[in-house]
């Protein structure tokens, strides 16, 4: 798929992940939509660096979780670029144990909705209000990117990062790529990427990661094929 000149939809594009997305397909002259919720410090930065950038990039605020909020955002893209041919599905919330503890603390009573909504049910929001967009395209790709805590739930040495709630969102996004790849074929592509330990989303420059022992730290990279996080930029690559 050529992607020069292509219009995409990047969640999650003010950190991590999302944030080298961006600045690969930025970096093959892809038009951006790169909405952003909270992390303001994080959100000025993507927009001082896209906007500096030559092409047709916007970051408007939008919180994913709200019907009416991403239908405004799909209509914005339709007004400026007439149509969407790429969506990058990466929006996420997930408590780590390590870090914030059970649920049953009375500060984590609301965290598992939160982890569904963010991580599956905002997903599904946009996917279902880009839809028509991605297919006035002749050829459209969809990327899901969703973790491995869908297999490993809380158990293990992955029980010190992945929540409950989070795994099961997790395991939801299989299901939503299989039935969206089958839904919007043949033109639109839909897959699933998911990522194991990644620099600055479940691995090193996080909070959790930091809090891990050394022995906690080894025995997460011992059960990883490479013995190793992986990083941000390895993501972009793959999608």
């Known amino acids: 798929m ?3 000149g292509k219009r995409a939809l990047v969640l999650g594009a003010s950190r991590g992940v999302g944030l080298a997305i961006a600045r690969m397909l930025a ?4 038009r951006l939509a790169l909405p952003w919720f909270d992390w303001p410090e994080a959100a000025e930065a993507m927009t001082k660096e896209f906007g500096e950038q030559e092409g047709d990039h916007f970051t408007p605020q939008c919180d994913l979780r709200q019907p009416g909020q991403v239908a405004a955002l799909v209509a914005s893209i339709e007004e ?3 149509g969407l041919d790429i969506l990058i599905n990466n929006i996420e919330r997930g408590g ?3 870090l914030h503890g059970s649920y049953r603390h009375p500060v984590n009573c609301e965290q598992w909705q939160l982890e569904m909504e963010t991580t599956l049910h905002a997903k599904w929001l946009v996917f279902d209000q880009a839809l028509p967009l991605l297919r006035q395209s002749p050829q459209a790709a969809v990327v899901n990117i969703s973790s491995i805590a869908a297999i490993t739930g809380r ?7 992945f929540n409950d709630g989070y795994s099961a ?3 939801g996004i299989a299901t939503l790529t299989e039935t969206w790849a089958r839904l919007a074929a043949p033109n ?3 897959n699933e990427l998911m990522l194991g330990l990644i620099d600055q989303r479940h691995g090193p420059g996080t909070r ?3 809090l891990l022992s050394a022995g906690q730290q080894q025995a997460l990279l011992a059960h990883t094929p490479l013995a190793r996080t992986g990083s941000p930029e390895e993501v972009a690559r793959a999608v």
């Not at 158990?155 to 990062?161: I, K, M, Q, T, V």
């Open 80 to 82: 400026r670029f007439g």
């Open 27 to 30: 970096g093959q002259r892809v």
């Open 208 to 210: 959790g990661w930091g």
């Open 188 to 190: 639109i592509r839909v």
């Open 2 to 4: 050529e992607i020069a």
């Open 96 to 98: 780590m144990p390590v």
């Open 169 to 171: 969102a997790n395991r």
């Open 155 to 161: 158990s293990g040495p992955a029980g010190l990062l």
